[in-house]
């Protein structure tokens, strides 16, 4: 009794000398961030910073979209409202080339930015800079039930086929029991449906457009992508799909509704867990599947990172805070409180060698060898006149993927059929892209 | 009958409301007419040329601009429709004689005060979710399919939704205005052997017809901007089936930040709107100066 | 009432108002409801109406991740500030149409009326543009400016309205015994402009208080309100039905109640005109 109070004296008086020591640098930063789960954790951890630091933190926590809309529209006004923003790798090196975010060029020495994951760090540098620190990082995969594949005899291989989750599917469906063989995302959004249907299309051995920037919604490729989703998602999907983003479906699967899941590789952690999963421990996981032939799992890669605009006052405050929530020891922290599947997954090959990391989360390695296997330079087996992944890295993107998006979700919606979906997607996209001045020189 | 000095006094006291609405009115409506003649993308800084009216011709050839015009018209439309029709059958149950119209009153007023981003977001996710809403539920009861609203009926849905929050205050204003319809004549009428329906029909409906101008009047003015339910429920969708004006306009200037096309597109928006003013302005200036 | 009427028809009135009165409040005490289950018991089917295991698991969760209490105060702050002002310039401007009505008062109101329909979207740049100049993003005051000008067409039209209806014989008897502008407008008038100043004034705080397009997008941390609050639980990963109606019922709540306790002065001004 006496010991603990004692230490716990001794801590108090650590602190407030920290403090102390502190008092006349410290700051206040405003950090925009989304409402992920992993962010929230991160929220709840950052008293321990603001302790060790003396600084304090004012947070803005948004829903993705959200959040989008308002950091963007203050960093490209130079309203300076936040000091830390919470970013994809898809706007990382546009808002990079527009000096909009600071260089992190002087990170300290035990940052270790060596152990990044070679294809997140490649996603957030420019000219060998970085320009924000990975916070997770996601591929995607296939994530099934294997009680259920079982029960209805079918075998999911590690690196399937789109003919075999089509199979697979239509085996596990009971829709009396309320069982949908197959969910996958059908809420418009470019970062939502068309995430996934970009890294279908990908793995279809689609692109979004020629080398003269001609959109390519009318390719072959395209075709089949789009008409074998609303076909498996119209007979083996849930009702109301094409309201569901990644959130709804990880609800879904959660709650033991679907046989088949292919989405973001942060979800493992997410049906893995006792705790939110009722199906937790009947999961298996396999790569992103492709079509016969085609040799591209999807391509996806994602990260949301944290970044610095080059407005902030706190420069200096930021940048520690940035580097103490995309280091080793946040890491080993979360990993300490909630167990080490809760890490956040996706940014630092040394993660993916701890030997607990392995033993906790069943996933690590099909997540490792999914976001291995991304090639950002070249997204499709096509030749394409742009980078990206389960993304096209224009800043036009954003508006066309929505919009795109729309039309497929209608789709899905069953309020016109794949030509119209497609044709609509064909021609919006081509005023657009013509009307920002691509491929006219 | 006013005197020259009170005419004064009253433009002295009618100043300030005057000056500031025109200030907040033609400062950024300036600034809205003048960007929408520039290239101005926020993702794309640098000089922003001026462009004349191709950002009008961009917006309005945009295959969703009919669609967006139309459905404002269905929006504010049906929920007007429903909203008044309601409104009146409210008012005159609530006219009658019961025990607890005090709590029956405050559970009729109630969603009023409710945010519109918390009640897209209720009706959306715990009555509409076609698996885990209460609606699915129910329909599961009695054994029929779960209804998709919002993919299936989407504008019809968030018609529903907004007429749930504006009914309370058709209500109160048609309430107010019946309570103060004089009894005897009722009574007369009753004596006269009226039926129920024929009072209702030449008697309360005429004296609600000021009421109905002014729910009308108040009701439009926000619902011809209603924006908050879209994006909570639909952002839209499916394809363009529930877009708005004011939600097409959201598009261009925070999904493809062309602030140029977007304040086109305010511009457009803010012609069509006084279009429908003058309309409004119209009928309740006849019916208000009685 | 002076018609008598049956208690058969009495019952049968209330049988049905009340039928439909719950229908209306249901969603809403649903959510109140829901807030007090788990994620699981939220979604069970078939769904728990009263009979579950009472929680305040979600409160306590929603309460460590956002600090309800200053959003709760910038809330306040907003709404009952720019009503405030809002009043105080539309309180002259309303009473000089009213009792000094021209030629152009007609014209005038139905301009500040329409200057409502411009749609925010379209001039939200402009304005955030104006407000990043003057120092005004993320500021209480910079909110209550905002909210005062969208409000004050509608407060200066339902002012008018109901001092309108002011008898002005009232007034010309003052006037005969002497009284000057002042003592007219503080011992006569003001009495008896209350009530509609009461109602004037509780209608904008409740439209002030839910209004979310200026008050989510001006704002960051400082002075966000609880319509910000509640955008960050709308959409969040893993079952979150029980999460969201805390949330909601925080965000709702204190207008909710205002609302129900001064229901009778805001239904008694609430008239824009419409009751001769």
Avoid at chain 2, 104 to 123: D, E, G, H, K
Avoid at chain 2, 210 to 229: G, P
Wanted: glycine share 6%; proline share 5%.
């Amino acid at each position: 009794m006496t010991s603990t109070r004692a230490l716990m004296g001794s801590a108090a008086g650590l602190a407030l000398a920290a403090g102390l020591a502190t008092t006349a640098s410290a700051a206040e930063i405003t950090i925009a961030t989304v409402n992920n789960g992993d962010m929230i954790r991160m929220q709840e951890l950052s008293p321990q910073w603001e302790e060790e630091t003396g600084n304090t933190i004012e947070w803005v926590v948004l829903e993705e979209n959200t959040l989008r809309q308002r950091v963007t529209q203050d960093i490209a006004t130079g309203g300076g409202q936040f000091d830390v923003l919470t970013i994809g790798n898809y706007e990382v090196p546009i808002w990079a080339a527009q000096d909009w975010l600071a260089p992190l060029d002087d990170l300290p020495e035990d940052y270790n930015a060596d152990d990044l994951l070679p294809s997140i760090r490649q996603a957030l540098s420019t000219d060998d800079t970085l320009y924000a620190l990975p916070f997770y990082g996601e591929s995607a995969m296939v994530m099934y039930r294997t009680d259920l594949a079982e029960e209805a005899g079918v075998e999911i291989p590690d690196s399937p086929t789109w003919a075999e989750i089509r199979t697979a599917a239509e085996a596990m469906t009971d829709q009396d029991a309320g069982i949908y063989g197959i969910c996958l995302r059908g809420k418009p959004g470019w970062g939502e449906n068309m995430a996934f249907l970009t890294a279908m299309a990908n793995s279809y051995g689609a692109r979004w457009f020629d080398m003269e920037w001609q959109a390519q919604f009318d390719s072959e490729e395209w075709q089949a992508a789009l008409t074998d989703y609303l076909e498996l998602m119209t007979q083996y999907g849930p009702p109301g799909a094409a309201a569901n983003g990644f959130n709804e479906n990880l609800s879904l699967f959660q709650q033991g509704k679907c046989g088949i899941w292919i989405d973001a590789t942060v979800a493992a952690s997410f049906v893995t867990d006792p705790e939110d999963s009722q199906v937790a421990d009947s999961v298996a996981f396999a790569q992103f599947p492709n079509r016969e032939g085609v040799d591209n799992h999807g391509n996806w890669l994602w990260s949301w990172n944290l970044a610095i605009p080059s407005s902030s006052n706190e420069m200096e405050a930021a940048t520690d805070f940035i580097t103490w929530a995309t280091s080793q020891d946040y890491t080993r922290m979360v990993a300490e409180q909630e167990g080490w599947r809760a890490a956040p997954p996706g940014t630092r090959t040394s993660l993916y060698e701890n030997a607990e990391y392995q033993e906790a989360a069943p996933f690590a390695e099909m997540t490792l060898e999914s976001m291995n296997a991304v090639d950002t330079d070249s997204p499709s087996v096509q030749e394409t006149p742009y980078t990206g992944a389960q993304f096209v890295a224009i800043p036009e993107f954003q508006g066309i993927g929505t919009a795109v998006g729309q039309q497929f979700s209608a789709a899905l919606a069953g309020q016109a059929d794949a030509e119209q979906a497609l044709q609509q997607a064909q021609s919006l996209t081509q005023r657009e892209i013509d009307r920002a001045g691509y491929g006219s020189n | 009958m006013a005197t020259q000095h009170s005419r004064a006094a009253a433009r002295f006291m009618i100043a300030p409301s005057v000056v500031l609405l025109l200030a907040w009115m033609l400062i950024p409506l300036g600034m809205t007419i003048w960007f929408s003649l520039l290239r101005y993308n926020l993702l794309m800084p640098g000089e922003n040329p001026f462009v004349g009216f191709e950002n009008y011709s961009y917006f309005l050839s945009d295959p969703a601009f009919q669609t967006a015009v139309i459905n404002t018209l269905l929006l504010v439309g049906g929920v007007l429709l429903i909203t008044v029709c309601g409104g009146i059958g409210l008012a005159v149950l609530l006219d009658q004689p019961m025990w607890g119209t005090g709590i029956v009153r405050i559970m009729v007023i109630s969603p009023f005060f409710v945010m519109p981003t918390v009640s897209a977001l209720v009706w959306k996710n715990m009555f509409m979710n076609p698996v885990n809403g209460l609606f699915a539920y129910v329909a599961d009861v009695l054994g029929l399919p779960a209804y998709d609203f919002l993919t299936a009926a989407p504008l019809a849905s968030i018609i529903g939704i907004v007429s749930w929050q504006w009914l309370p205050f058709a209500t109160l204003i048609l309430l107010t205005a019946m309570q103060s319809l004089d009894s005897e004549q009722l009574e007369a009428a009753e004596m006269d052997g009226a039926s129920s329906w024929s009072r209702f029909y030449y008697i309360k409906l005429p004296h609600l017809a000021r009421a109905i101008t002014v729910v009308i009047l108040i009701q439009t003015i926000f619902l011809l901007s209603i924006f908050a339910e879209i994006y909570v429920t639909t952002a839209g969708g499916p394809g363009n089936a529930s877009i708005n004006l004011t939600y097409l306009v959201f598009q261009e200037s925070l999904q493809r930040y062309d602030v140029g096309t977007a304040s086109a597109g305010g511009v457009v928006a803010i012609i069509l709107a006084n279009i429908v003013a003058i309309f409004l302005m119209r009928m309740i200036g006849k019916n208000l100066d009685a | 009432m002076a018609r008598a009427v049956s208690n058969s028809v009495k019952a049968r009135n209330t049988a049905i108002a009340w039928i439909i009165a719950i229908l209306i409040f249901f969603p809403i005490l649903w959510t109140i409801l829901t807030s007090f289950k788990t994620e699981g018991t939220a979604i069970a089917d078939p769904p728990v109406f009263l009979f579950f295991d009472w929680t305040l698991e979600n409160y306590a969760t929603v309460q460590d991740r956002s600090d309800y209490f200053g959003h709760f105060m910038n809330s306040v702050i907003i709404s009952v500030g720019s009503t405030v002002i809002g009043l105080a310039i539309a309180i002259p401007a309303a009473w000089a149409m009213a009792f000094v009505p021209g030629r152009q008062t007609k014209n005038v109101l139905m301009w500040m009326l329409s200057t409502k329909m411009l749609p925010p979207v379209g001039v939200l740049v402009p304005i955030y543009l104006i407000f990043r100049d003057w120092g005004l993003l993320d500021t209480r005051i910079g909110l209550v400016i905002v909210l005062t000008l969208i409000n004050l067409p509608i407060i200066v039209w339902m002012l008018y309205t109901y001092f309108r209806e002011i008898p002005t014989d009232i007034l010309e008897a003052a006037r005969m015994d002497g009284a000057t502008l002042r003592s007219e407008v503080v011992h006569v008038l003001l009495p008896m402009a209350v009530p509609g100043i009461a109602s004037t004034l509780l209608l904008n705080i409740i439209l002030a208080w839910n209004e979310a397009f200026w008050t989510l997008n001006l704002v960051a941390a400082n002075a966000a309100p609880l319509t910000a609050f509640i955008a960050s639980y709308s959409s969040p990963e893993g079952l979150f039905y029980a999460k969201l109606s805390a949330a909601s019922t925080m965000a709702i709540a204190p207008i909710l109640i205002m609302g129900w306790f001064s229901q009778k002065q805001l239904v008694r001004g609430l008239t824009f005109g419409a009751v001769k």
